[in-house]
Nanobody, 116 residues
Framework: VQLVESGGDLVQPGGSLRLSCAAS????????MSWYRQVSGKEREFVAR????????NYADSVKGRFTISRDNAKNTVYLQMNSLKPEDTAVFYC??????????WGQGTQVTVSF
């Protein structure tokens, strides 16, 4: 299983970014996927989750209405569209599988920095 995140960048408050997570090594369309984020020195926190077909999504209260998770099963990719970014959104963002073959899998992360 391999997860590769991309799309992180430095953006001004109020700006937008789209993160991507390319998956391989498992049947992507059979599994829901999640995004998490982590600020240095703090625990990793849940951001968003999407069902296998994309029909069901869940969000942390802190991002609800600003972030949108989606997926393209033909491309084995899950996305996180982030709008109205705030400085407190600054973090390393990770995508995660549910438990597959006895463990969860994480990507290497992509840095999002929201600052002037």
């Amino acid at each position: 299983v391999q997860l590769v995140e991309s799309g992180g960048d430095l953006v001004q408050p109020g700006g937008s970014l789209r993160l991507s997570c390319a998956a391989s090594g498992f049947t992507f369309s059979n599994y829901g996927m999640s995004w998490y984020r982590q600020v240095s020195g703090k625990e990793r926190e849940f951001v968003a989750r999407i069902s296998t077909s994309g029909g069901i999504t869940n969000y942390a209260d802190s991002v609800k209405g600003r972030f949108t998770i989606s997926r393209d099963n033909a491309k084995n990719t899950v996305y996180l569209q982030m709008n109205s970014l705030k400085p407190e959104d600054t973090a390393v963002f990770y995508c995660k599988t549910p438990t597959i073959w006895g463990r969860d899998y994480w990507g290497q992360g992509t840095q999002v920095t929201v600052s002037f």
